[in-house]
């Protein structure tokens, strides 16, 4: 069980989250693991533990968001279904190498690290944009899996659900914005499927991991952040579909960047 303080503070997560992952084809994990470690951490799990568990859980979430954005973003017709298919092949082998192998063996102080300099990577990206660049073909099966093996290992070692190199992959290769979001939240399935699975498997019998934990996932975060999630990505999915979202993402951008610095604080003095 979680304190009632504790209970909120996931459902505010999980609605914040959720209506993010609907408006920009993200899983909401860059804005779940941060928060989470400070959660963690105040329950008095150790730095290396609290961040692993962190970008575990929100993973895990991302599974629950993606799947109710992608149905919204479905019914307009907006997925590109084809090209899901072409990467999800390898996203599972790649997420498949980073959960059970290599996140293992990383340190979470080191992940955190890691962690911190994808979410400034982002940041960058949502405020230049990322629709300007679009002039190249669509590589062929083998290039699509090659691709998505890089996004499954990347998603997984940050926690995050692959838009963050999805969409920007998309978007180079003459993928309208809307369409690449869309796939991005439908690729985000596959990609937290695997993954927490993977760190299920590879943190069973680890030491530090507190009350509720399922290996690297700590499942009582996850009941609240999931089902809050899912009632507001609906929602940013509408609001993706009908209007402009620069503003958004110049804030999106500068929460994410304060959150950044908590995580390479985290990971330096950890």
């Not at 062929?140 to 090659?146: P, S």
């Not at 509720?212 to 993706?240: D, H, K, N």
Request: include cysteine.
């Amino acid at each position: 069980m979680i304190e009632s303080q504790t209970f909120f503070q996931l459902a505010l997560l999980g609605l914040v989250t959720g209506f993010v992952a609907g408006l920009m084809g993200m899983g909401g994990g860059v804005l779940v693991a941060p928060f989470l470690t400070i959660i963690l951490s105040a329950r008095g799990v150790s730095a290396d533990m609290a961040v692993k568990m962190s970008i575990a859980t929100s993973m895990a979430t991302i599974a629950f968001t993606s799947f109710s954005s992608v149905l919204a973003h479905h019914r307009r017709g907006a997925v590109r279904w084809e090209l899901v298919k072409g990467l999800a092949p390898g996203i599972v082998i790649g997420g498949s190498v980073g959960s059970m192998g290599i996140f293992s063996l990383v340190k979470g102080t080191s992940l955190a690290v890691m962690f911190a300099v994808f979410i400034c990577f982002f940041s960058f990206q949502l405020l230049r944009g990322t629709g300007a660049v679009r002039h190249r073909p669509l590589p062929g099966r083998v290039g699509q899996v090659a691709a998505g093996s890089i996004i499954g290992l990347l998603a997984g070692l940050v926690g995050a659900g692959g838009a963050f190199l999805s969409t920007p992959f998309m978007l180079a290769h003459d993928v309208a914005l809307i369409n690449a979001v869309a796939t991005s939240a439908a690729l985000g399935f596959p990609v937290a499927i695997v993954n927490a699975a993977g760190y299920a498997l590879s943190g069973q019998g680890k030491s530090g991991l507190p009350a509720g934990a399922l290996g690297y996932i700590w499942l009582p975060a996850l009941a609240v952040v999931a089902s809050c999630s899912v009632m507001t990505a609906p929602l940013g999915a509408r609001v993706a579909h009908s209007l402009p979202v620069a503003h958004f993402r110049r804030v999106m951008a500068a929460i994410l960047l304060i959150l950044a610095s908590y995580m390479l604080w985290k990971g330096l003095n950890g």
